[in-house]
C-alpha cells in the first residue's frame, strides 16, 4: 500500500479523491488506482509499479477511456454519487453546482472563477483579462453547444496523473465531474502524454469524436490553463489569454 498524506487538507479532500475514483471504476472503462481506506488528512493506494510505456497500451487506454466517459453522469458539473458535495483541481476547490447547458457550466463554474483568481494573483493581466471574457461571452452564447449529454470526465486527466504500468494505464488524483469530453483530451494533449495519437486513435475508434475537434482544443484547455494560472504564474496567464484569442477566432471561422 501507499499512504498520501496532506495535513491541511480541506475538509472533503480526500473523500472526493476517493469517491471520484470509485465513479470512475463504476464505469467499467480506464481503470482507477484502488483505494485501501481514507481519512480527512490521507489516503491509502494499492501501490503501482511502473513500466516503459508502449504503443499497444496506450491504444487501448484510448478504447477504454472513451468508455468511461460514455458513462455519463447525471448533470454538467455534477460530481460522484456518495462524495462529500464539494469538489478539487488539485489542491483548488472546484465547483460541483450543476448546469443544464455546458457553455454555462464551463464558462462560470470552470474558467471565469480561476480567471479571476489569476488576475487578483498578478499572473493574468487586465487586457488578457477582458479576452478572457469575450471568449467566456462567446462559449456562453451556445456556438459550441452540441447535443452530446454530460460525459464521466477524470477532470485533471495530464500525463501526470496517469502511471503506466505492466498491466495498463491507471489513473489517480481525479477531479471527477460530468463535463465534456473534449476536455479530458484536451488536457492530455495540453501537457503530453505517451503515444498521444495512439491514445486518440484508441478513443476515437470506440467512440469517434466530432469533426473538428482538433480545432476546438484550445476551447477545452481554458479550464486547465486558468487552474494553472492561478498558482503557477504569469506565463500560464500569457498562454490562456493566448488559448482565449484562439477560441475567439475559432468563433469568428464559425460564423462565416
Not at 456518495?82 to 462560470?108: A, C, K, N, Q, T
Not at 474558467?111 to 493574468?124: D, F, I, K, S
Not at 469575450?134 to 464521466?152: H, N, Q, T, V, Y
Request: glycine share 12%; hydrophobic share 45%.
Amino acid at each position: 500500500m501507499f499512504t498520501k498524506s496532506y495535513p491541511a487538507a480541506p475538509e472533503g479532500f480526500f473523500e472526493a479523491v476517493a469517491a471520484g475514483l470509485a465513479w470512475l471504476a463504476e464505469a467499467g472503462g480506464a481503470r482507477g488506482v484502488w483505494v485501501a481506506g481514507v481519512g480527512a488528512t490521507e489516503i491509502v493506494l494499492e501501490e503501482l509499479t511502473t513500466a516503459r510505456p508502449a504503443r499497444e497500451q496506450a491504444r487501448r487506454f484510448g478504447e477504454l477511456l472513451a468508455t468511461t466517459h460514455r458513462a455519463g453522469a447525471d448533470a454538467f458539473g455534477a460530481g460522484p454519487p456518495g462524495g462529500p458535495g464539494v469538489g478539487f483541481i488539485g489542491r483548488r476547490e472546484m465547483s460541483l453546482r450543476e448546469h443544464e447547458s455546458w457553455s454555462d457550466f464551463y464558462v462560470l463554474e470552470r474558467v471565469l472563477p480561476y480567471a479571476e483568481q489569476a488576475v487578483a494573483r498578478g499572473n493574468l493581466s487586465a487586457d488578457g483579462f477582458r479576452t478572457v471574457q469575450r471568449a467566456c461571452d462567446l462559449i456562453r452564447s451556445g456556438i459550441f453547444d452540441d447535443d452530446e449529454p454530460p460525459s464521466r470526465v477524470h477532470g485533471d486527466l495530464w500525463s501526470g496523473n496517469v502511471m503506466w504500468t505492466l498491466s495498463g494505464v491507471v489513473m489517480f488524483d481525479p477531479a471527477a465531474h460530468g463535463g465534456h469530453r473534449e476536455t479530458d483530451l484536451a488536457m492530455l494533449v495540453l501537457f503530453g502524454a505517451p503515444f498521444l495519437e495512439e491514445i486518440l486513435a484508441g478513443y476515437d475508434k470506440a467512440w469517434p469524436l466530432a469533426p473538428g475537434w482538433h480545432e476546438r482544443v484550445p476551447l477545452h484547455q481554458l479550464f486547465p490553463l486558468a487552474v494553472h494560472a492561478v498558482g503557477h504564474g504569469a506565463s500560464y496567464g500569457d498562454e490562456l489569454e493566448r488559448a482565449a484569442s484562439a477560441v475567439l477566432r475559432l468563433g469568428a471561422g464559425s460564423a462565416h
